[in-house]
């Protein structure tokens, strides 16, 4: 059954409302900068997302007119006296921030406004959809600073290829919102009055979906993108539908298609009160 959630901890905040997470991080002064509090409330919060069936879609955006500036360089610099690699490092944190929001078993949206950078460039890279006001300007800057950009890496290459990745790393330079829909960073540019209307019809596309389906669908991609075309993969691919097909999910999706009805995962939308 659909359920509401309203929590407020300062610099993150979420809700749940008809079946739609929204994660928003509240540090404008910080340019909703990385720190650990944030890294780690967003952790748990994707954690916990993961092992909710209710939730379908889930809104990832920021307060403030730029989107993230990226990791806290206040944080960053007490990596000087951090052991080696690990749990509580700064480096694996962050890696593990990105992997999660990666692998999230619920459909992603990220809504971007201003600047775009480092950090921030990676979380966008690793959500499903993402809508960027027509002023969002990009930028990777960790070798100006003697940084190199690793943890946000691998889902920045998966989002816009090795080639452009490293034109955009090396040199550090600064891309437009217009620039990120052709390199397949950026899905849309709209005004930020416009996003309510869009995600709404694209969250019906996905409540209407299976919610093992959605999951299963995002793993698919994700192994087939990163597998080499060979008679293994396609072996492997017959195996997951055959697998697929006998779930109770999809027994019941084809019978309520069979049956000109909406499948048991359909739920009505709620008013707000």
């Known amino acids: ?30 340019h909703n900068a990385l720190n ?13 997302l993961n092992k909710m069936p209710s939730v379908r879609v889930v809104i990832l955006k920021t307060s403030g007119k730029n989107f993230c500036a990226g990791a806290d360089l206040d944080w960053m610099q007490q990596a000087e006296q ?3 690699l690990t749990n509580d490092s700064i480096a694996l944190k962050l890696a593990t921030l990105m992997d999660t929001l990666y692998r999230l078993n619920k459909a992603t949206i990220a809504l971007v406004q201003g600047a775009v950078i480092g950090g921030g460039v990676g979380l966008v890279c690793c959500c499903d959809l993402v809508l960027a006001t027509p002023d969002a300007h990009f930028c990777c800057p960790e070798v100006r600073l003697g ?12 989002a816009i290829g090795a080639r452009a990745t490293k034109r955009y790393f090396l040199s550090a330079e600064t891309f437009s919102a217009k620039k990120a829909v052709d390199l397949g960073l950026v899905h849309k540019i709209l005004p930020q009055n416009e996003w309510p209307d869009y995600i709404k019809k694209w969250s019906g596309h ?7 389906a959605i999951a299963r669908t995002k793993q698919l991609i994700n ?3 990163h597998s080499q075309l060979n008679a ?10 055959l697998e697929v097909q006998s779930s109770a999910e999809a027994q019941e999706g084809i019978t309520a298609f069979q049956e000109n009805r909406p499948a048991r995962w359909v739920h009505a939308p709620q ?3």
């Not at 293994?232 to 539908?241: G, R």
């Open 36 to 48: 650990l509090a944030v890294t780690d409330r967003l952790l748990e919060i994707l954690q916990e």
């Open 1 to 30: 059954m659909p359920i509401d959630i309203t929590t407020d901890k300062s610099d993150v905040n979420f809700t749940i409302h008809n079946q739609i997470a929204s994660i928003i991080i509240n540090r404008p002064g910080a």
């Open 232 to 241: 293994a993969l396609i072996y492997q691919t017959a195996e997951w539908l």
């Open 271 to 273: 008013k707000k009160s």
């Open 206 to 212: 996905i409540t209407t979906a299976g919610p093992q």
């Open 147 to 158: 940084l190199i950009p690793a943890t946000i890496s691998p889902y920045v290459i998966n």
């Open 82 to 84: 951090a052991p080696p």
């Open 223 to 225: 192994d087939v993108a």
